[in-house]
């Protein structure tokens, strides 16, 4: 588990409006997305599960397809900041250099001798070669010629990971995610997935443009993934609760939000734990103020647990109570409406597998969606919604859509 970089508040106000994010629809100003890189060439058929892919993706190919969906969104006048770049940028500060390596360089793995010697070695990189070691990792192969003999070194494989690759960086959804004016780093579940917050913290901390972002969650453990973080209105939050995010997730993250006023209302909501559903954003995401679009078989079975504070310091847990009901209650409105998708069962459980129900809302009404899902991107449009569509035949092989592939940093407020 990394330990979170101490992060020190600045009193002085950032200069002009600070970022903020307080809905899932109101109108997208600023996102951050992770173009794949060379971590999606250490994918091999005998690395592929355990990296949570489904397959060996064409990089070129799912290159073309990210550049696609971020010219997407810049043509709708989103700024997209890339997560490599905004990576290299914080590693010109030498103390996300030293918080980096140390992240990187796993002595359990590699055993104290090699383990120096790596650091060193990584210490004296540019921010730009370290960057690349960070995010795609580093064969024993690869390793500088160390200074005498390790025995390590001679008894792994040449392609052996002396640093693990981190081809689910593509996912920045679930690795940070803004709730008001402050950031969280989350805590992922799967090993695969580890050190990505080592990274986003690093970032958040030391990129000149996040100096002044206070921090919601503190250094909490338990395990918090953002696709399962749903800003169903400003003040209500929906925690899906699952293959990733634990119940001591859902309650640490519940009671920092309300202590921290970032929230009035947390629905923990349980899903089923498994890979097809392994976060609530693969079953609903919103489309509108009012209107989610949720996969038909969870529709009448997901339910709620509200959480608020109690009014002397601690919360009271209500419900379990019908999710659509707990929410529009939540959320102040008479009802929340489900774009029926109205398919058949096999046809709606495909399309819930190539991410379907994963849109990202570039604001209310108007969605970015895999153009394969054919189905329900139709019924979304006859229920007057603006789809967006993007090719995903090899960036959906690492099981995310358009809402896992980005983590919004500003939204204008709602109207
Ligand atoms: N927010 C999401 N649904 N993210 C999808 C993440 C997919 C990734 N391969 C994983 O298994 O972790």
């Given at each position: 588990?990394?330990?979170?970089i101490?992060?020190t508040?600045s009193?002085t106000?950032?200069p002009?409006p600070?970022?903020?994010v307080?809905s899932e629809?109101?109108p997208?100003?600023?996102?951050?997305?992770?173009?794949p890189?060379?971590?999606?060439?250490?994918l091999?058929?005998?690395?592929?599960?355990?990296?949570?892919f489904d397959?060996?993706?064409?990089?070129?190919?799912?290159?073309?397809?990210?550049d696609?969906f971020?010219g997407?969104?810049r043509s709708r006048?989103v700024?997209v900041?890339l997560l490599?770049d905004?990576?290299?940028?914080?590693?010109h500060?030498?103390?996300?250099?030293?918080?980096?390596?140390?992240?990187?360089?796993?002595e359990?793995?590699?055993?104290?001798?090699?383990?120096d010697?790596?650091?060193?070695?990584?210490?004296?990189?540019a921010?730009?070669a370290?960057?690349?070691?960070?995010?795609?990792?580093?064969?024993f192969?690869?390793l500088?010629a160390?200074?005498g003999?390790?025995?390590?070194r001679?008894?792994?494989?040449?392609?052996d990971?002396?640093?693990?690759p981190l081809?689910?960086l593509l996912f920045?959804?679930d690795s940070?995610?803004w709730?008001?004016?402050r950031?969280a780093i989350?805590?992922l579940?799967?090993p695969a997935r580890?050190?990505?917050t080592a990274?986003?913290?690093?970032?958040?901390?030391?990129?000149?443009?996040?100096?002044?972002?206070?921090r919601?969650y503190?250094?909490?453990?338990a395990?918090l993934?953002?696709?399962?973080?749903l800003l169903?209105?400003?003040?209500v939050l929906?925690?899906?609760v699952?293959e990733?995010?634990?119940?001591a997730?859902a309650?640490?993250?519940?009671r920092?939000?309300l202590?921290?006023g970032?929230?009035h209302t947390?629905l923990?909501?349980p899903?089923?734990?498994?890979?097809a559903t392994?976060?609530?954003d693969t079953v609903?995401?919103?489309?509108?103020?009012d209107a989610?679009v949720?996969y038909?078989?969870?529709?009448?079975n997901?339910?709620?647990?509200p959480?608020?504070?109690?009014?002397?310091g601690?919360?009271?847990?209500?419900?379990?109570?019908?999710?659509?009901e707990a929410?529009?209650?939540?959320m102040?409105?008479?009802r929340l409406?489900v774009?029926?998708t109205?398919?058949?069962?096999v046809?709606a459980e495909r399309?819930?597998?190539d991410?379907g129900?994963?849109?990202?809302a570039?604001g209310?009404?108007l969605?970015?969606?895999y153009?394969?899902?054919?189905?329900?991107?139709?019924?979304l449009?006859?229920a007057g919604v603006e789809v967006?569509r993007i090719s995903?035949?090899?960036l959906g092989?690492g099981?995310?859509?358009p809402?896992c592939?980005?983590?919004?940093i500003?939204?204008?407020p709602?109207?």
């Open positions: 588990m990394t330990a979170h101490e992060h508040q009193a106000p950032a002009g600070a970022p903020r307080d629809v109101g997208l100003r600023t996102v951050l997305l992770h173009r890189g060379a971590e999606l060439k250490r091999t058929p005998r690395n592929n599960d355990q990296l949570l397959g060996v993706p064409w990089v070129d190919r799912a290159q073309e397809e990210h696609a971020a997407v969104l006048g700024e900041l490599g905004e990576l290299v940028r914080a590693l500060d030498d103390r996300a250099r030293i918080a980096g390596v140390h992240s990187a360089v796993d359990r793995r590699l055993g104290i001798h090699l383990a010697a790596l650091r060193s070695h990584l210490s004296g990189l921010p730009e370290l960057a690349t070691i960070l995010t795609s990792g580093m064969t192969e690869e500088p160390a200074e003999a390790s025995l390590v001679r008894m792994h494989q040449p392609g990971f002396a640093v693990d081809p689910n920045t959804r940070s995610v709730v008001g004016d950031v989350t805590s579940a799967m580890g050190r990505e990274l986003t913290d690093l970032i958040y901390a030391y990129h000149p443009r996040f100096a002044k972002t206070g919601a503190g250094a909490h453990s395990p993934e953002g696709g399962d973080v169903l209105a400003p003040g929906a925690i899906g699952g990733r995010t634990t119940p997730g309650e640490s993250f519940a920092s939000a202590a921290d970032l929230a947390v923990a909501v899903i089923a734990q498994q890979r392994m976060h609530l609903c995401t919103m489309v509108d103020r989610v949720m038909p078989a969870v529709r009448d997901l339910f709620a647990y959480v608020r504070q109690d009014g002397s601690g919360v009271r847990v209500s419900g379990p109570s019908p999710f659509l929410a529009a209650e939540a102040g409105i008479d409406r774009i029926d109205g398919l058949d069962a046809t399309e819930q597998w991410d129900n994963n849109t990202l570039v209310p009404g969605v970015v969606a153009e394969r899902n054919v189905e329900t991107n139709a019924r449009e006859e967006l995903g035949s090899e092989s099981r995310g859509g809402r592939m980005s983590c919004p500003d939204r204008a709602l109207v």
